[in-house]
């Protein structure tokens, strides 16, 4: 293992010997019955929560590059399936943030950059084949604001999720921490 994962594996060791685990003990059901779908840039890892009054326990995070539904049945919607259904959530909130990297993704060069990797055309074709074109795929939604409405459109309209979840969408400054309101049309 390399050292970084060791120096995790040895912190862990020191974390469970001492019982720090303590303070975070919770359920699994949500107390706010909010899930939020949001950013995993580094930059909201603590100041979400944190810029909104939630503590451990409180809210389900999913996080994924961008905050958003690539796929309409994939592991973002079967996340909040599970947690609608199964843990009681009723509210979810969408939250994009200012400066995230995946707006202005270059799907060519990201592209490249797996081929200089070792990645073949054969295993390029195959990802369209069975989802879609790499370089759309890659490709950055451009505005966030808009990303995140088409994000709560496809929550809010989706088939499997009923009329009674509330969905908002909100703007997150990773430096500041405030939120602004997103209007979904």
């Not at 779908?37 to 409180?58: I, V």
Request: glycine share 8%; net charge negative.
């Amino acid at each position: 293992m390399n050292e970084r994962v060791n120096k995790m594996l040895e912190y862990n060791r020191v974390f469970v010997d001492n019982e720090l685990f303590s303070k975070y003990a919770t359920s699994k059901y949500p107390d706010r019955k909010i899930a939020i779908l949001s950013c995993m840039d580094t930059r909201m890892t603590e100041l979400l929560p944190a810029a909104l009054g939630f503590k451990n326990g409180d809210v389900k995070i999913i996080k994924n590059a961008g905050g958003q539904i690539s796929h309409p049945y994939g592991s973002v919607i079967f996340s909040l399936l599970v947690a609608i259904y199964e843990l009681g959530v009723d509210t979810v909130l969408v939250i994009g943030h200012d400066d995230c990297g995946v707006r202005i993704l270059d799907g060519e060069k990201i592209v490249e950059k797996m081929k200089s990797k070792g990645i073949t055309q054969e295993a390029l074709d195959e990802a369209e084949r069975n989802h879609r074109n790499p370089i759309e795929w890659m490709t950055g939604f451009g505005d966030v604001c808009q990303a995140v409405e088409k994000t709560m459109g496809i929550i809010k309209t989706h088939p499997l999720i009923h009329s009674g979840v509330e969905v908002y969408g909100f703007v997150m400054n990773p430096e500041t921490g405030e939120v602004r309101q997103v209007q979904h049309v």
